[in-house]
């Protein structure tokens, strides 16, 4: 796998370095010249020196044979412009991290559906300790072919569970309104704006996603 990141912030290098452990093909993109040196003693990656908002350096960085685009720095709107300009020159997958959660709906209007604020997923899972939960990890939960799939629900998906005719093998396990969370019953219905979670199997994923995130 190849993975490219714009920014070498702690999150960006420390992701870079277990992907490298692992053994996969690792790059950064950074403006700081100064903390590429300091970078380059002690990752076995490669660097990309330039604005990771810019198409040229997003092109030279090679999309057509990267499987992800991390988008990390410390400025939202950079990650945001970043995230559009990579999926605009043709990278697979795009990750958009934003700290401000005012940008979550713009992000997902925007259509840039894998977006993280890592302080609310790390307040969550802090939150759930506190209260005696014990916490498992999704990868030990899904295995073999089993996957998730997020989606927001739009004017035309809205309606009756029933009338999504989901493929045999996907199931619509939660759902979240304004943030709260339901298990669906057989007569609910969704809304605009609902966020549905899916499980499925992986051969179903790009027919889900086209059909749901396109």
Excluded: W
């Amino acid at each position: 796998m190849r993975v490219v990141f714009v920014g070498a912030g702690e999150l960006s290098v420390d992701t870079a370095r277990l992907l490298v452990k692992r053994g996969h093909e690792v790059v950064i993109i950074e403006a700081d010249h100064e903390r590429i040196e300091e970078l380059e003693e002690e990752l076995d990656c490669s660097f990309l020196r330039g604005d990771g908002s810019r198409p040229q350096i997003l092109q030279e960085a090679d999309p057509k044979h990267t499987d992800l685009l991390f988008c990390l720095t410390d400025n939202d709107q950079n990650n945001i412009i970043a995230s559009l300009v990579g999926r605009n020159l043709g990278y697979s997958r795009v990750v958009t991290r934003i700290h401000d959660p005012e940008f979550e709906n713009i992000c997902l209007e925007l259509g840039l559906e894998d977006t993280i604020i890592p302080n609310r997923t790390i307040s969550r899972y802090l939150a759930d300790i506190a209260s005696g939960a014990n916490i498992l990890e999704l990868s030990t939960i899904l295995k073999g072919e089993a996957r998730f799939f997020h989606f927001k629900v739009v004017k035309d998906q809205a309606g009756s569970i029933s009338d999504l005719n989901l493929p045999k093998r996907v199931r619509l396990i939660c759902y979240y309104r304004e943030g709260k969370f339901a298990l669906p019953e057989n007569d609910d219905t969704l809304e605009v704006g609902d966020e549905a979670v899916l499980i499925c199997h992986s051969e179903h994923l790009q027919e889900l996603k086209e059909r749901f995130a396109g």
